[in-house]
T-cell receptor, first 116, second 111 residues
């Protein structure tokens, strides 16, 4: 079974530039998560989708971050404009989305973003 | 908001020694999950605990969920170099699947 796919794996940009990340979850997984993991910290949830609807985006900096999952399958996360403090690994995860909570989340390899 | 704290942040042990990491939540959890992240890798699910006082074992790893469902621990017996990595606990307190991750405990094992 294929895992969660993410691209690109690495990205270096200058501050104030834009960047987009792509994620393809495990086939059949209804729930998709985007996390930000700053070096030395645990993953922090940015946004959670159930199919193509947003379940939680309370920690998404909406003035610069946006995400969509238009067809309920793959998803993109965009940062515009990027700041130095956005340097982090952006992890995408997916889960079946059947239970009311507490499902195993499967993580992709992540995109390492460096903002100069 | 809900917080999940882990201690210690780092632990260096000699191969063969035991290791324990502790996790505490500011709120009562419906369940707690543990993940392992190897250096340069991504988090990989280890286990989920749901019941108050639950204890689960996976070979040399023992996981416990506190009676009040606010704390948890992971104990590794006789560490091996393959145990190197960062161990995260992640608490779930609602019914949306949202996990709040601790900051992790990074384990180094000297051969």
């Amino acid at each position: 079974e294929a895992g969660v796919a993410q691209s690109p794996r690495y990205k270096i940009i200058e501050k104030r530039q834009s960047v987009a990340f792509w994620c393809n979850p495990i086939s059949g997984h209804a729930t998709l998560y985007w996390y930000q993991q700053i070096l030395g910290q645990g993953p922090k949830l940015l946004i959670q989708f159930q199919n193509n609807g947003v379940v939680d985006d309370s920690q998404l900096p909406k003035d610069r971050f946006s995400a969509e999952r238009l067809k309920g399958v793959d998803s993109t996360l965009k940062i515009q404009p990027a700041k130095l403090e956005d340097s982090a690994v952006y992890l995408c995860a997916s889960s079946l989305g059947l239970a009311g909570g507490g499902e195993t989340q499967y993580f992709g390899p992540g995109t390492r973003l460096l903002v100069l | 908001g809900q917080q999940v704290m882990q201690i210690p942040q780092y632990q260096h042990v000699q191969e063969g020694e035991d290791f324990t990491t502790y996790c505490n939540s500011s709120t009562t959890l419906s369940n707690i999950q543990w993940y392992k992240q190897r250096p340069g890798g991504h988090p990989v699910f280890l286990i989920q605990l749901v019941k108050s006082g639950e204890v689960k074992k996976q070979k040399r790893l023992t996981f416990q969920f506190g009676e009040a469902k606010k704390n948890s621990s992971l104990h590794i017996t006789a560490t091996q170099t393959t145990d190197v990595g960062t161990y995260f606990c992640a608490g779930n307190s609602g019914n949306t699947g949202k996990l709040i991750f601790g900051q992790g405990t990074t384990l180094q094992v000297k051969p």
